[in-house]
DNA sequence: TATTGTTATACTCTATAACTATA
DNA sequence: TATAGTTATAGAGTATAACAATA
């Protein structure tokens, strides 16, 4: 027996509310580290290599003189350094220390151990459906390398 | 023949990249018309039915005392309204004006539209499936009537 | 000239702590 | 005392515009 009231959720309505259930546990595993959320962002997305500030700054979405700031403050607590580009000396490589890696790793292992729980409960079958249909849309949309798989040695 | 880069997408990943493509349209269309992220929320969740302050603040899942702010934010744009509570003079409702109605029904349809073209290449049958799956998680995981189907009387 | 990145400025969002008024 | 909401304060995030240095 189907439960009723899972019949009257549009697909829009469920896209919504599923997103903020998934930024809830992007949050709240952010804060456990002492992260922003858009500081374990920046970590994630460097967790897959150095990225110069502009292309840091596309993947984010956000404007390049706010991600000044950003960078700052992880800089500032020795999760990142800016280090010199050779051949251009505009630009700058933004690249993840070893703690910085360290709580990359973390973060995104702890946000996956919390999705695969709330998705825990679907038979695998539909597990998989699901995995297959996300994939689909999110390469069909070309939605950026934000989190991307991240090697596990820390 | 499927494209293999879809299989090598796991669960979580593809669900905080959904998660970003969702919120990216959810910002877009707030932008489009004039309104904040956090602003857009509100007018949709009060779309429902009027709130007090504390019951909305548990809704957004922000401390009541910084929605003291945005609700004066919405309310100085003639967005919302505090309306006393007859019987309880510490208390107020927070109501949509007339404006505010007409705000919320049309970020509230042009985020559905936009998702709609966003899922809309998936076959009929997926798109269901995926309907159905999402709605079990939701319901599965209490969350919160936010984006609540609107009433399409503007 | 175009590009890389920063500074200056302003506003929104959000948290914490202390407060007022009412129940 | 407990509850509803506000004020004060501070920090983070983000946008725009103007700028410096380099290509």
Chains 1, 2 share one sequence.
Do not use: Y
Not at 35 to 57: D, F, S, V, Y
Not at 99 to 117: D, F, K, M, P, S
Request: glycine residues 10%.
């Amino acid at each position: 027996m189907i439960a009723r009231d899972q019949e009257d959720i549009d697909l829009a309505t469920g896209l919504v509310r599923l997103s903020h259930l998934v930024q809830g546990v992007f949050a709240r595993v952010s804060d456990r580290h002492d992260l922003t959320p858009a500081q374990a962002r920046i970590l994630c997305i460097l967790a897959e290599r150095p990225k110069g500030m502009a292309e840091l700054a596309g993947l984010l979405g956000v404007e390049k003189a706010g991600l000044t700031g950003l960078v700052d403050r992880v800089e500032h607590r020795s999760l990142v350094e800016r280090r010199a580009v050779p051949g251009d000396r505009r630009a700058w490589q933004v690249t993840l220390t070893g703690i910085g890696r360290q709580a990359a790793v973390t973060v995104h292992n702890e946000v996956c151990a919390e999705l695969g729980e709330i998705v825990g409960e679907l038979p695998p079958g539909e597990r998989e459906r699901l995995r297959r249909i996300l994939a689909r849309v999110i390469t069909t949309h070309g939605v950026p390398p934000i989190f991307p798989a991240i090697a596990q040695r820390a």
